[in-house]
């Protein structure tokens, strides 16, 4: 587990790259899934909470959408304190656990809903409609102008008598 210290000048210190970290780079850790704990460069009380809570608090004041509306965080507060507290806590992280569990599942429907309602998408198939129409009535192209040169010079079949007509010779 990465260790970052927390020192009394808001400085944040990563111990096993022995550097000093930003609040950005600490989001990078949890994006990453990489575990880390947040201490108290003094008391070595346990400040990773506190520290998260900042992150997120700067995220929905930077105009990434509000996850925690005011609604959500007045609810949330009221929990506080209620006998129910700890099985909210329970529901919420089992809650969160099984959304990202079908998350990918959820993003591919989310997906094809937005493909079906896209303008452009509909615009793209209504032009591959129309120019599948387009080439049931456009002239033969050079392919099949050979096929025709090549039938015109089969004899053509007498329909009444079922022959073939016989190329006259050149000098006739």
Known sequence: ?????????????????SCYVTLEDVKQLVLSGENFQVQDSKTGNDLTRNILLQIISEQEADGHGTLLTNQVLQQLIRFYGDSMQGMMSQYLEQSIAAFLEHQDRIREQMQTMMGVANPLTMMGHIADQNMAVWNMFAPRTE??????AQNAEEPAVDAAAGKADKPKPSGQ
Not at 1 to 17: A, E, F, G, P, V
Not at 143 to 148: Q, S
């Open 143 to 148: 392919g099949n102008a050979a096929d025709n």
């Open 1 to 17: 587990m990465r260790i970052l210290r927390k020192y009394t000048n808001r400085r944040l210190y990563d111990t096993s790259r």
